[in-house]
């Protein structure tokens, strides 16, 4: 259940070895086309042509097509806006430097602490562990579109700072896609730092917009689907009935659900608490002895393949204590057969033995086959006595028996039927996993029979829920100075900024943002330097000696500039390092 049981279906280390195995067999095929038809098609002259890269877990494309539809884009009636608009991305991406370092070290200290009730805000999302196999197109998609708006940001940025670019490119990296720009660092070097500093944040920019704009669309859900959907924020319908659903016949799409166990609902979250009032309780039902003997023998079963499991573990990870573990297994099996009697079961352990149970019951069809169809509704409630004091299950000869011991309950709903507009009572006897996965709700209702199959606001939330935090862990990551991420060359460009502004030398004054220089001071300046080498060689020599301590002023800023900001790029590797194994670690622990 999404939100009464977390398992994950796939590890994530089986995945990890399936896309790898993938990978290998993709490019040994290539490969072996490569070398049989090398002789016969020109395949490197392809490559190179289409700028196509082929290489074990990466495929890239790059192009020079789209270069003038974004210069087109860039310059123009636009160009004042574009200008603007990046001055502003760059002051927002380099508030954003701080923000990122404090978030990270709030994340460990969330994961190293562990307070109750506040969970790490930076999470890996992991196909096959955090998210669910269906869900992972949601991901894809939502990384591509964040990286092409980012990879966007730079390009416009730097044809507003009439700088090219050499081409855009698209890959494959692994399991997830992606894109780049291939800047012209020659043109590069020519503009000043301020320039350099709004093309470096561009793609930092555009992400944080890229979220404002998901979470305000998020946000008008209500709004823009009103037209194809009736959204109350109190009523609760079922929007979808998968396939094979144990309600599969009973529900219809468009049925609002009143209550469950008389627990009103009116959201998913009202469901979810309703569901768990009913886990909290202790209910006993009379029970033939026939349904008694049916539900023993499925125990039985259970525990014997777990036995048996048990075993083969013992027997291959303990080759020296086989005597010792099958004497221990002997006790255990006949304390089990002893204790499997349904109606002795104790109490006490029933939360114990529940987690055990969801996992080895709770999809066995045998349990379900060991009550009528109309057992949810003719079961009667008992209280559970002595043996002195039978309960009244014993006037019709049967047993009172609670239902918790194997994590079943009788949930009684109350639906309004979209056809015929009238309360209905349907009850469901089984776990709370079975029914939650017996339907899907959600807070609206279509307007039309035909979207009835297509539940366009659950696509909508989840393909936001994935866009957004994709696109700000991507402006957060390259904030911050990481070899090979946005962070690294910002970091350079604003170290550059500080110490020509506290006092840099005539050569880093040709990257200052204000680097008109007048060329008639220039000629002048040259004239003295003509006439001062025609004086005296005593004057010349003192000069050439009174200059020396300036390049020394110069050579000890770059050290320190050089010094500060390896400082920050190993104290940002060693601080993202550790947040990325000990998230992975916490997200492990969590499963």
């Not at 690294?488 to 030398?505: D, Q, V």
Request: with cysteine; charged share 15%; hydrophobic share 40%.
């Amino acid at each position: 259940m999404e939100a009464l049981n977390n398992p994950m279906s796939a590890p994530f280390f089986s995945f990890v070895v399936k896309v790898i195995g993938i990978w290998i067999i993709f490019f040994g095929i290539l490969k072996l086309i490569y070398i049989k038809y090398k002789d016969q098609i020109d395949i490197d002259g392809f490559l190179e042509r289409t700028n196509l890269s082929v290489q074990l877990f990466y495929i890239g494309f790059s192009t020079t097509r789209l270069n003038s539809i974004i210069k087109s884009i860039s310059n123009g009636r636009y160009e004042r806006f574009w200008y603007y608009w990046f001055k502003i991305g760059s002051w927002v991406s380099l508030s954003l430097l701080p923000l990122s370092i404090g978030l990270l070290i709030y994340n460990l200290f969330i994961i190293f602490i562990k307070p109750t009730g506040i969970e790490p805000v930076i999470s890996p999302i992991v196909p096959g562990v955090n998210v669910k196999g269906s869900d992972s197109w949601y991901l894809i998609i939502s990384v591509l579109i964040s990286m092409i708006i980012h990879e966007l940001g730079h390009a416009i940025a730097s044809y507003v700072s009439k700088c090219e670019i050499n081409s855009i490119g698209f890959f494959f990296l692994f399991i997830m896609p992606g894109a780049s720009v291939n800047l012209d660092y020659n043109e590069l070097d020519k503009i000043n730092l301020w320039q350099k500093l709004r093309i470096q944040c561009g793609g930092v920019w555009h992400n944080v917009v890229l979220c404002i704009i998901g979470y305000l669309l998020l946000s008008s859900t209500s709004f823009l689907l009103s037209p194809l959907y009736k959204i109350p924020n109190d009523k609760l319908y079922i929007t979808g009935i998968p396939n094979g659903s144990l309600l599969e016949r009973n529900l219809n799409i468009g049925d609002q659900i009143l209550s469950i166990n008389d627990c009103k609902i009116s959201n998913r979250s009202d469901l979810v608490e309703c569901i768990y009032k009913e886990l909290d309780k202790t209910r006993s039902y009379c029970i033939s002895q026939n349904t008694i003997t049916c539900l023993e023998n499925v125990f039985n079963n259970n525990n014997n393949n777990n036995n048996n499991n048990n075993n083969n573990n013992n027997n291959n990870n303990n080759n020296n204590n086989n005597n010792n573990n099958n004497n221990n297994n002997n006790n255990n099996n006949n304390n089990n057969n002893n204790n499997n009697n349904i109606t002795n079961v104790n109490l006490s352990n029933v939360n114990n033995k529940k987690i055990n149970l969801i996992n080895q019951i709770d999809n066995d069809k045998r349990l379900r086959e060991c009550f009528g169809i109309n057992d949810a509704t003719t079961l009667v409630e008992c209280v559970p006595v002595s043996i002195d004091s039978p309960s009244e299950c014993a006037k019709s000869k049967k047993e009172c028996i609670n239902f918790n011991q194997f994590n079943y309950h009788i949930f009684h709903l109350n639906l309004l039927s979209q056809d015929f507009d009238n309360v209905e009572q349907l009850s469901f006897l089984g776990t709370a996993q079975q029914l939650w996965d017996s339907f899907i709700v959600n807070n609206y209702q279509s307007r039309f029979v035909f979207l009835n199959g297509w539940d366009l606001p659950w696509y909508f939330n989840q393909f936001f829920s994935y866009l957004i935090p994709v696109s700000a862990g991507l402006a957060a990551f390259n904030a911050i100075a990481i070899p090979n991420m946005d962070g690294e060359h910002i970091l350079e460009t604003i170290l550059s900024i500080i110490f020509l502004k506290f006092g840099g030398s005539g050569n880093d004054k040709k990257n200052s943002p204000n680097n008109k220089i007048n060329k008639t001071k220039i000629n002048n300046n040259n004239n003295n330097n003509n006439n001062n080498s025609n004086n005296k060689e005593t004057s010349s020599s003192s000069s050439s000696s009174s200059s020396s301590p300036v390049l020394s002023k110069k050579e000890k800023r770059e050290r320190l500039k050089l010094i500060i900001s390896k400082v920050i790029k190993v104290s940002t590797i060693l601080l993202f390092g550790l947040t990325v194994i000990l998230s992975f670690y916490n997200l492990k622990y969590q499963r």
